[in-house]
């Protein structure tokens, strides 16, 4: 009897052991649904600030309000997490329908399959509201494109006229010796003439790519796809901030996207590099007024420069998994980028999104923002930068597949720390960057 | 607690059923077995399965985490036993180990010493003590970020208040952003080897330091003939649990540095992560990861071999 009553516990517990591992297992909720019946579109984009989630979010609900067959629901991703996300997402087919990107990601995402090419909406959008070569090109490879371009991204010298006022400067340095003259000349006790970043991140790389770019070595691959990394023009933009970096924070071997920006508006640092998230923040951060902040283009070498600075289109892919969501994925991106859309898009963080379109640059849906007017002359000559700009990999007219593994390690950033930190000399840095690329695109 | 049976003349019963062979139907241990069963699933399901999967991954050549892959046999562990930058991790993995374990032991034995006290400070501090204990993670890092900025911060502002200017983040430094990790994550977790600590000395009879007091010992006598010795088997556990929980750490070490600057705070499982998700080396870092898992048992087997306390050999 009591043996009975034994086994029939066990057999109990056994029973619950089986069915509660499955019983975890079948609760599966993928971020895409992506059923028959399922009529809500999934999209993931990395845009984690509140105000930029916030104004996706009205863009996205003014759509929804149309009342279309498939809806949008935004899901917010981090920079970081994404490339693993989206790898199993696709996996076990659970990808978003709509994926934000940026070029080399671009070259990530493609190899995994579920990207589908977007030619035929491209040139019907380019063909209402006409695109810049530049916001294109770098989506553009076997033929189709593969992402539609949403809004771009470019550096500028930003710098502070109140703090060059006080130095006796008079204008905004032209060449790399008059930006190193003039960030010796800004420095001065807890003032340091400059800030740029050396931590091992994409802030970082970014920097020193403007300055390779002005210094004629932005192009680093043969037409054949093979790492030319080390060549004097590398070495001589990687000597140039070395030294910017002795007139920078002590800490910038630390320093990302955020802290060269507060160094300038605590007035801690006289000029920095950066895009253009500088304008709107920059009254209420600095307690400076509007006409202090000033823009330049990104400094050129002195002997064989050139216009330049990193510029690069973000851009939405397409990744639903059958025509009809693809259709609603579309519908989506058409709404965004009529003018009367667009500017709200924009303006999620305006004068750091810049427009693509001919006709979204004259919208009142973005001209009319208060930020936007404020900085007219530093917003014209963002545009104006972007036309010379360009990004590693996507230069001169090149699609370097395996880019994604030069940016993902941050290769550049790492250059720039062996030469920061560990006192190595710019041409030695630059040959083991040139070893790790070939390594990197090698595999 | 020594194994020893708590119920006179059992131990005794099964000691001399075993000694005649007798041995006990199976069905008798079967409401044992399946009890466990539940535990020894999950167990297989969130670690044995993984772990397999990173073995029979590290022999293929996968790129980024869940791509085709082939058969390479041992070609990545080649790879990773010849790789420079591979031992110099497991070198500042040590580093980071053993400074943790310093560091945390001697301030969770002080705060320890100090809360044990009837004072109503010492009171007091029982409770304030725990608070960088349930601070999440990320808001240590950017705690420690926000007091070391050269630009706002509150320790480089103070030395500027005293006439040390220029005094910027340790993080950024590559001598000093070792140390600084290492004094950031014991100020995070020293909460939990003093409570541990703590809870283990009010285990000490007060008969023990009466008699000594009596005998004419002072503190610090007191302190390395009774409390010591006494406390060993639980310095042993935290000391184990301790250091393979500090050697796994990530979260703290990335949020902060990244491994940087220039790879000064690279620890092994910085240098796994980097391979997988930054280089999109899946099979590489799996190869590297069943490496230092090796590393880390024989570790673990060595402290236990060296440090286990002698009663219980």
């Known amino acids: 009897m009591r043996l009975r009553k034994v086994r029939r516990a066990a057999v109990a517990a056994l029973a619950l052991a089986v069915v509660l591992p499955v019983a975890a297992c079948g609760g599966s909720s993928g971020p895409s649904g992506g059923g028959d019946g399922d009529k809500t579109l999934t999209l993931w984009h990395m845009e984690q600030p509140p105000n930029r989630v916030a104004a996706f979010q009205k863009v996205i609900d003014a759509y929804n309000a149309t009342n279309p067959e498939y809806k949008v629901q935004a899901q917010v991703q981090d920079w970081n997490q994404i490339y693993t996300k989206i790898s199993s997402a696709v996996q076990s087919k659970t990808q978003p329908d709509i994926l934000f990107t940026i070029p080399d990601f671009t070259t990530y995402v493609r190899p995994l399959g579920a990207v589908r090419p977007v030619t035929s909406l491209v040139e019907e959008l380019d063909k209402e509201h006409t695109f810049g070569d530049a916001a294109k090109a770098a989506y553009r490879d076997d033929d189709q494109y593969w992402a539609v371009p949403l809004y771009g991204m470019v550096q500028m010298l930003w710098y502070r006229k109140d703090l060059f006022a006080k130095a006796g400067i008079t204008e905004a340095p032209k060449t790399w010796s008059q930006l190193l003259d003039d960030a010796k000349k800004l420095t001065s006790g807890n003032q340091k003439g400059i800030a740029v970043p050396a931590g091992k991140n994409l802030a970082t790389d970014q920097v ?111 990744l639903s998994p059958d025509d009809a969501r693809a259709k609603g994925a579309e519908d989506f991106l058409r709404f965004v980028l009529k003018p009367e859309n667009y500017g709200q898009f924009l303006n999620a963080e305006p004068g750091l999104f810049l427009p693509l379109t001919e006709d979204g640059a004259t919208a009142p849906s973005w001209t009319d923002n208060e930020v936007i007017k404020k900085y007219q002359g530093c917003v014209d000559a963002m545009l104006e930068q972007s036309k010379t700009g360009g990004l590693f990999g996507f230069v001169d007219g090149q699609y370097v597949d395996s880019i994604g593994k030069v940016s993902g390690q941050n290769i550049l950033a790492q250059v720039v720390q062996r030469v920061y930190s560990n006192g190595e000399s710019p041409a030695a840095a630059v040959k083991w960057g040139q070893q790790q690329m070939q390594e990197a695109v090698s595999r | 607690m020594s194994g020893r049976s708590a119920v006179p003349g059992v131990q005794g019963v099964a000691l001399r059923a075993r000694a005649a062979g007798h041995r006990r139907p199976w069905t008798r241990h079967l409401l044992g077995y399946a009890l466990v069963a539940p535990l020894v699933l999950l167990m297989v399901g969130v670690i044995g399965y993984p772990l397999l999967n990173t073995v029979l991954l590290s022999f293929q050549d996968q790129g980024v985490v869940g791509s085709n892959s082939t058969y390479v046999g041992f070609e990545n562990y080649g790879r990773a036993l010849g790789d420079g930058e591979f031992w110099a991790a497991i070198g500042r993995s040590g580093i980071w180990l053993v400074g943790n374990l310093v560091v945390q032991t001697v301030i969770a034995f002080v705060t320890a010493l100090v809360i044990g006290g009837n004072g109503r400070w010492a009171r007091a501090s029982r409770t304030w003590t725990l608070f960088p204990w349930v601070i999440p993670t990320v808001a240590v890092a950017v705690i420690w970020q926000w007091l070391s900025n050269s630009n706002y911060g509150v320790v480089p502002k103070a030395a500027s208040a005293v006439g040390i200017d220029g005094l910027g983040s340790p993080f950024g430094d590559s001598a000093l952003a070792m140390p600084a990790l290492i004094l950031m994550n014991s100020w995070h977790w020293f909460p939990l080897g003093a409570v541990v600590i703590y809870g283990a000395m009010r285990t000490i009879p007060g008969e023990i330091y009466e008699a000594a007091r009596v005998d004419g010992a002072n503190a610090w006598r007191t302190f390395w003939r009774i409390t010591f010795p006494l406390l060993q088997p639980v310095l042993f556990a935290l000391g184990l649990v301790g250091s393979l929980w500090s050697f796994n750490i990530v979260d703290s070490i990335y949020l902060v540095t990244k491994g940087g600057p220039a790879d000064a705070t690279t620890t092994a499982p910085v240098f796994i992560y980097n391979k997988a998700f930054n280089e999109f080396q899946a099979s590489d870092a799996a190869a590297v990861s069943v490496v230092t898992i090796i590393l880390l048992a024989a570790l673990a087997f060595f402290y236990i071999r060296v440090a286990r306390p002698k009663e219980d050999q």
């Open chain 1, 208 to 318: 020193i790519y403007s300055l390779m770019l002005t210094g004629g070595a932005g192009n680093f691959f043969t037409d054949s796809g093979q790492v030319a990394f080390d060549k004097p023009q590398t070495v001589a933009a990687l000597s140039l901030y070395a030294d910017l970096l002795k007139q920078s924070p002590s800490d910038a071997g630390n320093y990302s996207w955020g802290e060269p920006q507060a160094a300038f508006n605590s007035g801690a640092a006289a000029m920095a590099i950066e895009k253009g998230q500088y304008l709107a923040p920059f009254e209420k951060e600095s307690g400076r007024p509007a006409s202090d902040l000033g823009c330049a283009p990104i400094p050129q070498a002195d002997t064989g420069g050139q216009p330049g600075s990193i510029y690069y289109s973000n851009a939405a892919m397409v």
